[in-house]
């Protein structure tokens, strides 16, 4: 089944209810909850889903019922990562309320934002190259060249962000053993965990429930971008695959589209599909409603083509 993300929830000026009712019409039985919701109110989203009969699959940090103010820039949890042990310990408390949420919900999973490297992020040659890359002024033989660069710079940089970041998971992981958690790969070179990374992770926090979100869109740009193969992560880590979130891409460089024929190599995205994997829609508020459903009917015909990956 295809769940659709709360994402797309900012384009509409609905009430929520509204918002599942339209959705639940025209066929979506599923939703993954983000931080376009957040704050949930539980008891509201609880009555939604006994009145309309949709199921939550997973929740994307941070959604949860917890008010306390987000750090600044932090609204997808990044900080879990931080240096600074004051913003580490806020963003610890968010993703353990957003897991005790999606509990409460009787999710499945928590997609985790892993952190970034702060002195990368503010790279504005980075920001120039990605623009004159989707204009097509730059080969992708020089972009790759300049963005493996990039990458080793960011890399050396990245280690104590990391511990952190085992330290955060080991935190709150453990206390939910009905859930599995999440890492996602990013879209930025600066975000973490980069594909080496994330085994270095996943081994160095021993966690049974922690394993490998993909993001489709994620990965191809980095594919585009010169700095590994999109088939690489899911090569790597399909062993323990959580869920995959799935859109297409409109060039090299922006995502979150509607799937659409050949703007996402779906067809190999299915191979590594097991039976347990969650899969959602993820896509942006510049997609109408036409085009969501049509990229949801175009996606299930695919994935349910052939055999699935046996789980476990």
């Excluded at 957003?98 to 499945?108: F, K, N, P, W």
């Amino acid at each position: 089944m295809l769940a659709l993300s709360t994402a797309w929830f900012a384009r509409e000026e609905l009430p929520l209810a509204d918002l599942f009712s339209l959705l639940v019409k025209h066929g979506f039985q599923a939703f993954e909850l983000n931080y376009v919701v957040h704050p949930v109110d539980l008891e509201e989203m609880r009555r939604l889903q006994q009145e309309l009969g949709f199921t939550i699959t997973s929740l994307h940090n941070v959604c949860s019922t917890l008010r306390e103010p987000l750090a600044p820039d932090d609204e997808y949890g990044d900080n879990i990562a931080s240096l600074n042990e004051e913003e580490r310990q806020q963003a610890v408390l968010h993703l353990r309320s957003t897991a005790e949420t999606a509990a409460q919900l009787g999710a499945r999973a928590v997609v985790i934002h892993a952190g970034f490297v702060p002195a990368a992020k503010e790279d504005a040659e980075y920001r120039q190259l990605r623009r004159a890359f989707a204009r097509g002024e730059i080969p992708p033989s020089a972009m790759a060249e300049i963005m493996r660069k990039k990458v080793a710079q960011r890399k050396e940089m990245g280690r104590p962000h990391l511990e952190r970041l085992v330290k955060s998971l080991r935190e709150v992981c453990p206390h939910f053993p009905e859930l599995r958690f999440g890492i996602e790969c990013r879209y930025h070179y600066y975000g973490l965990p980069d594909l080496d990374e994330l085994a270095e992770v996943l081994a160095e926090a021993d966690l049974p429930n922690l394993g490998y979100w993909h993001d489709c869109g994620h990965a191809q740009v980095q594919e585009n971008f010169g700095i590994c193969r999109h088939q690489d992560w899911l090569e790597r880590y399909g062993h323990c695959l959580v869920g995959v979130h799935l859109h297409g891409m409109a060039d090299h460089v922006h995502d979150h589209y509607a799937p659409a024929p050949g703007n996402m190599p779906f067809e190999m995205i299915r191979t590594y599909i097991r039976l347990d994997t969650i899969q959602v829609l993820e896509l942006g508020k510049f997609n109408d409603l036409e085009s969501i459903v049509a990229g949801r009917d175009y996606l299930q015909a695919i994935f349910t083509r052939g055999e699935v990956v046996p789980a476990g």
